[in-house]
């Protein structure tokens, strides 16, 4: 049998560069940098409970609650080290951000300060950690203001505040039954298997597109009772399947882990929502803007699918904090266009609980 010859990431990376002639080779080997933090995150996941890594911070962790208030495990910490650490030294980041650490992360004085910004969730999906669900790690790389470079200066959240559509690239690790990477650099989405022989990302799939139409829905249902009307007519058009207005049946899947659920939209088409809801009235959304929805967002889109707060494109939304939360709503574009348009119609529902459509009767009761 004749083994057909894979490429590697960085052959992958180099092609790319080709529309670049000018360029220097620091984005590229950043990026490296950046697999190889997914690549030791991969192990640390892998290896578990062997290494104790799961579970809750032991006590003398000094503070085991992170920016969102959310309990840190280890793993979310040694992750969020992983990436610090890979990517510090290469001489290609003026600073980094990232959903663990409140603050932006100032590149040490003793290394070289570079051009570009890496923005990150280390650890995707970590309350499925202790129950061996499928993880990720989120990222995102903006160029660094001319302010910054120029001047070598610290990085300030100012710098990062830059709506997706400024990204340089976004990408996602996937720790699953198998390790994969997945990449935008602006070209399209490009798929990678971490071979564990070669420990090297090969390309298993070239050009990821996303289905325009699908018959799955991904949504925590437990939060119904938190719905916009727009959601809630949406979910429940799915919900009567073929008996009601879509003419179809509908399937649904809730990982917990948006990475996963992003994954299974790239392979087969299918929508993601976690929306605006009136559970806390103090957060828009659950997810975060700068470090989930945006790379995600600019995932989808290079893929031919749309990712929005359900109200207006994902990618335009300007950002007014480092951890802001936005709601988010990314998949085939033909069924995030439709949730898009029932928040232009918000009365258009004829919800029951609506007393000019509720049940008639002749008879009064
Ligand atoms: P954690 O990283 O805290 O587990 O949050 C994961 C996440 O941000 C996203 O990946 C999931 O889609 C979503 O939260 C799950 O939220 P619920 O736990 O409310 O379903």
Redesign the pocket.
Known sequence: MTTRRRFTLTQYLIEQRRRFPSASGDFNALLLDVALACKAIARSVAFGELTGVLGNPVVDVATSLNVQG?EQKRLDVISNEYFTQMTEWGGHLAGMASEEMDAPYQIPETLQRGKYLLVF?P??????IDVNVTVGSLFSVLRAPPGVIDSGRDVVEADFLQPGTQQLAAGYALYGPTTMLVLTVGNGVAGFTLDPNLGQFMLTHPNMTVPADTQEFAI?AS?SRFWEAPVKRYVDECLAGKTGPRGKDFNMR??????A?AHRILMRGGV?M?PRDTKDASKPG??RLLY?ANPVGMLIEQAGGRASTGREPMLQVKPHQLHQRIPLVFGSKNEVERIERYHREPNAYPDARTPLFAERSLFRD
């Open positions: 959310e969730d650890l995707d999906g970590s309350s499925n925590n939060n809730w990982i917990a882990s948006m990475v659920e993601f976690y659950r997810l989930e």
